[in-house]
T-cell receptor, first 113, second 116 residues
């Protein structure tokens, strides 16, 4: 069964460093998302992406965050200068044009030291 | 007001028994979708079941069924014949509006423990 793939599964970085989290959505999907989950808290929406542009973003998604679909398969989340509070599990998700279901990847656990 | 409310922080069920996880939602949209996801201790988010607001039949996926009561704004998940591997955190989520690009709003989750 097709799945959303995320790499790396764990990322440790120093505060102030840039990180790029990578995702390969399901191949025929058109809508792409990033969510995050701080330990013990709710899953929070960050950004949605469609037709090569951001559709929606939350207040969490400030100027430190950016997304990109550099080719036909990858979808990346970049955090320019990480803060301690960026430590969380980051989930990529995708959905198709006629398929209302949203499928998540297995997540990248980001730890900012 | 909370858009998704899961009132059971923790639930226990005996193996092979059925269990219902509660979820109520709040929206003024006529078109919306309701989701349940399972998050094992390993952290991934696994899609379980989806119910559209216009679907007249309750959704079913194997041992999972969604008890959709539109007037009460509830979308409870029923797991039949519980297995030890069902022990996990379960999240209810909602997507409002028609566009597939709209975000999901998640509840706070219910930690289910299946007892042998």
């Amino acid at each position: 069964e097709p799945e959303v793939t995320q790499t790396p599964s764990h990322q440790v970085t120093q505060m102030g460093q840039e990180v790029i989290l990578r995702c390969v959505p399901i191949s025929n999907h058109l809508y792409f998302y990033w969510y995050r989950q701080i330990l013990g808290q709710k899953v929070e929406f960050l950004v949605s992406f469609y037709n090569n542009e951001i559709s929606e973003k939350s207040e969490i998604f400030d100027d430190q965050f950016s997304v990109e679909r550099p080719d036909g398969s990858n979808f990346t989340l970049k955090i320019r200068s990480t803060k301690l509070e960026d430590s969380a599990m980051y989930f990529c998700a995708s959905s198709g044009q006629d398929n209302e279901k949203l499928f998540f990847g297995s997540g990248t656990q980001l730890s900012v030291l | 007001a909370q858009k998704i409310t899961q009132t059971q922080p923790g639930m226990f069920v005996q193996e092979k028994e059925a269990v219902t996880l509660d979820c109520t939602y709040d929206t003024s949209d006529q078109s919306y979708g309701l989701f349940w996801y399972k998050q094992p201790s390993s952290g991934e988010m696994i899609f379980l079941i989806y119910q559209g607001s216009y679907d007249e039949q309750n959704a079913t996926e194997g041992r999972y069924s969604l008890n959709f009561q539109k007037a009460r704004k509830s979308a409870n998940l029923v797991i039949s014949a519980s297995q030890l591997g069902d022990s996990a955190m379960y999240f209810c989520a909602m997507r409002e509006g028609w566009s597939s690009a709209r975000q999901l709003t998640f509840g706070s989750g219910t930690q289910l423990t299946v007892l042998p």
